[in-house]
Every structure is written in C-alpha cells, then in structure tokens.
C-alpha cells in the first residue's frame, strides 16, 4: 500500500538558514510528488510538483525538491529561510489513474529571528 | 478570485445533529474532493468526485454523504454527527481524474467541533 513518511514533526531554523524537510514514499509504481504549505488558518497551497523529466523540481517561494528514486525520498530545500516561511508543510503522492494523493502527517516549520 | 470556496468557515454541533459542509469551485475543474485533516494524522480522502455525476468513497467514508449538485458544487453531508468527526475538512478540486497538471486546488477548510 502506498504510504507517506514525514519523519521530522517539527523543525526549528533561524531566519537566513538553509533547511531541508524529509519526505519518503512508499509506491508500487512511479509517483508523482507534491510539497504543500499550509499557514495558519488557511487551506493547502501547492508548492511544487514532480511528475518526470528533470528529478530537481523548481517551485514557488524560492523552494526545491529532489527526488531520488533510489532512496524513495522527495526532500524539500531552501537555501535561505525568511520569517514568513513559518507553517506546515505536507508531501503527497499520488498515481496516474488514481483518484487520491495521499499525504503524509506534515512538518511544523517554526523560524526564529 | 478563482479558487475553491467553503462554507461555512466554522461550526458547532451536537452530537446527532446534521449538517451541510458546502464547496463551490469556479476554474471549471472536473474532480473535486473532501479531506478531513486531524492532528498527526494529515490529511485523509473522505469522499472525490471523479466528474459531474460520479462520487466515490476514499479512505475514511463512515459517517459521510456527498452530492455533486452539478459541475460548480460538492457538499459533503454529516447525518448524526459524532465527536469523532471533530476535524478540519478541506475542499478541493483538480482540472483532471489522476494528480496530473496543476495539482489540487483547496478550499480554506472549514473547521467543525462535536460537542
């Protein structure tokens, strides 16, 4: 069965730290990938994806992932933090012909001044 | 805006009591869908919408009835709500069936308490 590991519940950085959010699947076949925030009070936004091709995905807010089949991971990267990159951050994965992403329990992103 | 829009934004119910969680999208997106997101536990599929006229159970269905009103609209329906259905729950659509193109699309949830 498919399944979504997010090992770090919640990661403290200082403000202009790099950081590095684990993500791990579990998929039968080849995935596609998803990283979400989620600010407080407020719904899901996409911050990028990864369907094929080029296995370093550019995204929105200056973020990156990698995804490494070998080792079943889609880490997200940001080489600088800002304050107001404080939230929750979900990856998900889902399949062509499938009706769902499944999404791991999130990553608490805390940033201190 | 374009977007996904849930109402209400929260709610208190009795225990036995019933309720209409409604969602609307207006970016002409096929499938539609309901999460349910509780501490810990991420967000779990309730209920999708593949396109108009489909729906079909996800992962956590118990307690739940949805109706796709026409393209636009997808409301998630609670009978006898329990305390165990004290959530957060997301409303979300996508322009197609598999997790292709531009990913889902959320609503800003709406966040229910069984009392």
């Known amino acids: 069965a498919q399944s979504v590991t997010q090992p770090d519940i919640h990661i403290t950085v200082s403000e202009g730290a790099s950081l590095e959010l684990r993500c791990n699947y579990s998929?039968?076949?080849?995935?596609?990938l998803f990283w979400y925030v989620q600010s407080p009070g407020q719904g899901l936004q996409l911050l990028l994806k990864?369907?094929?091709?080029?296995?370093l995905v550019q995204g929105i807010k200056g973020f990156e992932a990698e995804f490494k089949r070998s080792q079943s991971s889609f880490n997200l990267r940001k080489p600088s933090v800002h304050w107001s990159d404080a939230a929750e951050y979900f990856c998900?994965?889902?399949?062509?012909?499938?009706?769902?992403?499944?999404f791991g329990t999130g990553t608490r992103l805390t940033v201190i001044p | 805006n374009a977007g996904v829009t849930q109402t209400p934004k929260f709610q208190v119910l009795k225990t036995g009591q019933s309720m209409t969680l409604q969602c609307a999208q207006d970016m002409n997106h096929n499938s539609m869908y309901w999460y349910r997101q509780d501490p810990g536990m991420g967000l779990r599929l309730i209920y999708y919408s593949a396109s108009e006229g489909t729906t079909d159970k996800g992962e956590v269905p118990n307690g739940y009835n949805v109706s796709r009103l026409n393209k636009r609209e997808f409301s998630l329906r609670l009978e006898s709500a329990a305390p165990s259905q004290t959530s957060v729950y997301f409303c979300?659509?996508?322009?197609?069936?598999?997790?292709?193109?531009?990913?889902?699309?959320f609503g800003s949830g709406t966040r229910l308490t069984v009392v």
């Open positions: 998900a994965v889902g399949q062509t012909g499938a009706n769902n992403l499944f």
């Open positions: 979300a659509s996508s322009e197609v069936r598999e997790p292709t193109g531009r990913g889902y699309t």
């Open positions: 998929y039968g076949a080849t995935p596609y």
């Open positions: 990864y369907f094929s091709g080029d296995t």
